[in-house]
């Protein structure tokens, strides 16, 4: 009855992949709010009603307001983070068209691993920019990703590790 009276919403499959990436808990969690839209970003917090002096987003200083896919698609500042890796993101797209899109350009088993790592730093980024007032290069941004991949790779089956290992030196070498 209840299946009937809310009905059934299939998933998209990206929710499933962030469960089975190998990532740490904490950065799974940040990844499944982000994809259901509620990491408070300054869009989350003017539609909850709190007054902020600007709700404009700190990485880009555009004049555009600050919603998840702005913040990691659109912004330029988002854009060179993906560009670190060699990955394009789709301005037409939403994010869960971007995160599909960013798997097919990788042929890696470990396109999600990608996804969210790049996801944290540029959330870190932002926090960075706004809490504590400073701005984060790019060149801090890979080595924030490069470093939270190595942490990353001690979570890896051993099966896999060689081919992690692997992965993580060819992102070195961008």
Known sequence: MYKKLIGHHPNDPAFNWIWKSFCQPKHKVFTWLLLKDRLSTRNILRRKNLHLESYNCELCNQGVEESS???????????????????ETS?????????????????????????ILMCCTIWT???????????????????????????VGLRVRTSHSLQFDQWIESLEMI
Not at 99 to 110: D, E, G, R, T
Not at 136 to 150: A, P
């Open 125 to 151: 980024a932002r926090n960075e920019s706004i809490f504590k007032a400073n701005q984060i290069s790019l060149l801090d941004c890979r080595h924030n990703f490069l470093r939270e991949g190595k942490l």
């Open 69 to 87: 896919e702005h913040l990691f698609i659109h912004c330029p500042f988002a854009q060179q983070c993906w560009g670190l890796s060699n990955l």
């Open 91 to 115: 301005p037409a797209g939403g994010i869960i068209d971007n995160f599909n899109a960013i798997k097919s350009q990788l042929h890696s088993q470990f396109f999600m691993e990608t996804i």
